[in-house]
Structure formats: structure tokens, C-alpha cells
């Protein structure tokens, strides 16, 4: 069965630090997201992006993130000087097109200390 | 803006009896998409089930079935013969269109136990 990668499982960073997270959508899909789980809570839209710029994004999604798709195969999800705040779990998910399903990825753990 | 509420935090059962998990959500839309997601330990998000709201038919998926009211925009989630593998988060999804190109808006979840 296809499935979304993500890297790394768990990162843990200094306040203020830079952190790029990784996600390797399935092949052939069209349609990338991010959402962040704050632990305990729901999950949350973050940004989504489609043909190579972003479709939507949230109130979440401030000038500390970026996303792109340098290489055509990894989705990344950046985040410029990272808050304690923004410690969650971050999914990706992909999504082929009409009727499809959106596949998760398995979620990076980003702890900020 | 769409909202999706689920008003169970948390919800026990014993093992081999049947839960029901509550969820409502609010929308302009008439032709919608809804999911229940389920989130174990391990935190991965698997989908358990989808309805589109345009059938009228619930949707099954073996132990798994929803009751979809459209009108009441409710959409509940019933789990019969619960295993201890059922434990986990349970989130209840909306989306607007089929075509992929829109997010997913979810409750804040219910978190079942299933009791030996």
C-alpha cells in the first residue's frame, strides 16, 4: 500500500532554532498539506499547497513558516525561529485527486526546549 | 466557516459491546465529505470510515457504521463487537469538496477505552 513519509520521527530544538521538516508525498499525487496536533488537541489545518504555491493557509501559518517542494519529491514544511509554542505533532498529507483519499503521513514529534 | 463538535471527551466501554460516538457540525455547503478518524498511541491517523453527504446510505465498514443526518447535521459513529484495539482518539472530519483540493476540518476529539 502507498504511503507518506515523514522525517524526522522526533525533533527536539532550541528555542529560536530553525527546523525543517520532511515529508515524501505518494507518487503521483497533486494535493500537499501540513496540519499540527498540539498534544492533546485537535488537529489542525496549517497550509495546502498544489501545483508548486499555496492554495490556502491558516492564521497559524504566520512569516515563521514556509513550504516548498525544492525537488519535486520532498514536501517541507519549514519553520524559521521556532517558539515553544509551536511544539506539536505535524502531519503531512497527500491526496491524488477526485475521490481519493487523504494519506497521513506518520507525524513528526517537534518538542521545542 | 465550517465547525465540527464532538461533545464526548472521553467514553469507556466494555470489550464485545457497542459504543456510539457523537459528532455535529455546522456548514452552508449542500454536498459535503465526512470522516472518522482514529488516532491510536502511536499517534498515526488512520481513517476508519467516510460518507458523502449526497447518499443517503450509511456507510459500513465492517464493525464500523455511521448514522448520517443530514438535516440535524449530525454524524455519528458506531462501533459494535469493540475490541481492545478500538481504544484510541476518535476524530470526526469535514471537507468541503471530492476533488481533494480542500482541507480537512476536525472536532477535537472523543478518546475511547476499551475495557477487558
Known amino acids: 500500500e502507498p504511503e507518506v513519509t515523514q522525517t524526522p520521527s522526533h525533533q527536539v530544538t532550541q528555542m529560536g532554532q530553525e527546523v525543517i521538516l520532511r515529508c515524501v508525498p505518494i507518487s503521483n499525487h497533486l494535493y500537499f498539506y501540513w496540519y499540527r496536533q498540539i498534544l492533546g488537541q485537535k488537529v489542525e489545518f496549517l497550509v495546502s499547497f498544489y501545483n508548486n504555491e499555496i492554495s490556502e493557509k491558516s492564521e497559524i501559518f504566520d512569516d515563521q513558516f514556509s513550504v516548498e517542494r525544492p525537488d519535486g519529491s520532498n514536501f517541507t514544511l519549514k519553520i524559521r525561529s521556532t517558539k515553544l509554542e509551536d511544539s506539536a505533532m505535524y502531519f503531512c498529507t497527500t491526496v491524488g485527486g477526485v475521490n481519493t483519499e487523504a494519506f497521513f503521513g506518520q507525524g513528526t514529534r517537534l518538542t521545542v526546549v | 466557516a465550517q465547525t465540527v463538535t464532538q461533545s464526548q471527551p472521553e467514553m469507556s466501554v466494555q470489550e464485545a459491546e457497542t459504543v456510539t460516538l457523537s459528532c455535529t457540525y455546522d456548514?452552508?455547503?449542500?454536498?459535503?465529505?465526512l470522516f472518522w478518524y482514529k488516532q491510536p498511541p502511536s499517534r498515526q491517523m488512520i481513517l476508519v470510515i467516510r460518507q458523502e453527504a449526497y447518499k443517503q446510505q450509511n456507510a459500513t465498514e465492517n464493525r464500523f457504521s455511521v448514522n448520517f443526518q443530514k438535516a440535524a447535521k449530525s454524524f455519528s459513529l458506531k462501533i459494535s463487537d469493540s475490541q481492545l484495539g478500538d481504544t484510541a482518539m476518535y476524530f470526526c472530519a469535514f471537507t468541503r469538496s471530492n476533488f481533494g483540493n480542500e482541507k480537512l476540518t476536525f472536532g477535537t476529539g472523543t478518546r475511547l477505552t476499551i475495557i477487558p
Open positions: 456548514t452552508s455547503e449542500n454536498n459535503y465529505y
